[in-house]
């Protein structure tokens, strides 16, 4: 499975199911560091954050992680169902994880904070 074929939000597919395929999802999710580290940030954020509010609390070049976000990492963190891009307000918020998933995500959290 690519990034181009995981599950997105309508399919059969879901990441609140516990299948290997949703397992398979979540690991290509995280495979990648801002990702990573965009997920925990919306996952402490109480409302939904502005694009640049985002980059700006991400580590790195501001004007390749926007772009970067823009056209790979928020689209695919939507498709899965992890985030709500508003791509019209240029908005985007943590909407669900999965239970059975909550210690893989906490894991990812202690990474990210080392």
């Known amino acids: 499975m690519t ?3 995981l599950p997105r939000k ?3 597919v879901r990441l ?6 949703s397992l398979d999802t979540l690991f290509k999710v995280f ?3 801002t990702r990573r580290e965009a997920v925990v940030l919306l996952r402490r954020e109480d409302d939904p954050l502005s694009v640049m509010d985002l980059v700006d609390r991400l ?3 501001a004007d390749r992680i926007r772009i970067a976000l823009v056209h790979v990492h928020l689209p695919l963190l939507d498709r899965v169902g992890i985030v709500d891009w508003d791509q019209a307000r240029e908005s985007v918020e943590f909407v669900d994880f999965p239970d059975e998933y909550d210690e ?4 990812v959290e202690r990474d990210v904070q080392q």
Do not use: C, K, Q, Y
């Open 3 to 5: 990034i181009d074929t």
């Open 10 to 12: 309508n399919d059969g």
């Open 16 to 21: 609140d199911e516990t299948s290997p395929s």
């Open 31 to 33: 495979s990648e560091p």
């Open 59 to 61: 580590d790195g070049d």
């Open 104 to 107: 893989l995500l906490n894991v």
